[in-house]
């Protein structure tokens, strides 16, 4: 039996991440435009045969969540790049939405197949990371007194994931345009954390 050359398998390697990279280009091109392609279509797309294709992602669920983890890559990279850890906690913040916004824009749509196929909840336990950062960002901002303390602050956490994947489902029905919606988000979010007027405030029952 002849033995493998070593210059082959680097060049297998590489042959073999170039098409997990051509896939999650297609994928996410197919499942950002809010349609369901078949593991046909994608190979096709791809421009990989079916057995390439299920030899990297032996499922439709597991290319999925690939892709999905590949889109919260992005942001958090996006992020860490920005070393927000000297500015004030609402500065912080409004970076970090201008920022993840159009990565968020990017991929509106392929929320909405991951929430079909995957549901909020595994959905949202990719979003992991992400949501670390944000609560270390409004605990911050709790002890600066920048952020009201007056409500939990996983409370604060989830308000802030649901006004971001709303103001995602606005810009997909039309009612808010995409160039505006950074803009929108930032005022929402921090209308919601900064601490309430000093008259009468609303206090939440222990």
Not at 111 to 131: M, Q, S, T, Y
Not at 171 to 194: E, F, H, I
């Amino acid at each position: 039996m002849a033995s493998v050359r070593h210059s082959e398998v680097p060049r297998r390697r590489a042959d073999a991440e170039r098409n997990i990279a051509a896939i999650l280009d297609a994928s996410r091109e197919l499942f950002g435009k809010g349609v369901n392609p078949s593991m046909n279509e994608i190979a096709r797309a791809a421009g990989v045969g079916r057995v390439t294709l299920y030899g990297h992602f032996p499922s439709r669920e597991v290319l999925l969540k690939a892709v999905v983890e590949r889109a919260i890559a992005e942001t958090n990279e996006a992020l860490d790049v920005l070393g927000l850890d000297a500015e004030a906690a609402d500065e912080a913040l409004a970076q970090i939405i201008k920022t993840s916004w159009p990565i968020l824009d990017r991929y509106r749509r392929l929320r909405l197949v991951a929430l079909a196929e995957l549901g909020p909840e595994r959905l949202r336990r990719h979003h992991d990371r992400v949501l670390q950062r944000m609560e270390r960002l409004i605990a911050r901002g709790r002890d600066d007194r920048v952020f009201r303390t007056d409500l939990p602050r996983d409370w604060l956490v989830a308000t802030l994931y649901a006004v971001l994947h709303a103001a995602a489902d606005e810009v997909d029905t039309g009612r808010l345009p995409a160039a505006k919606a950074s803009d929108v988000l930032t005022a929402t979010v921090l209308s919601l954390l900064r601490p309430p007027a000093a008259a009468a405030p609303y206090t939440v029952k222990a």
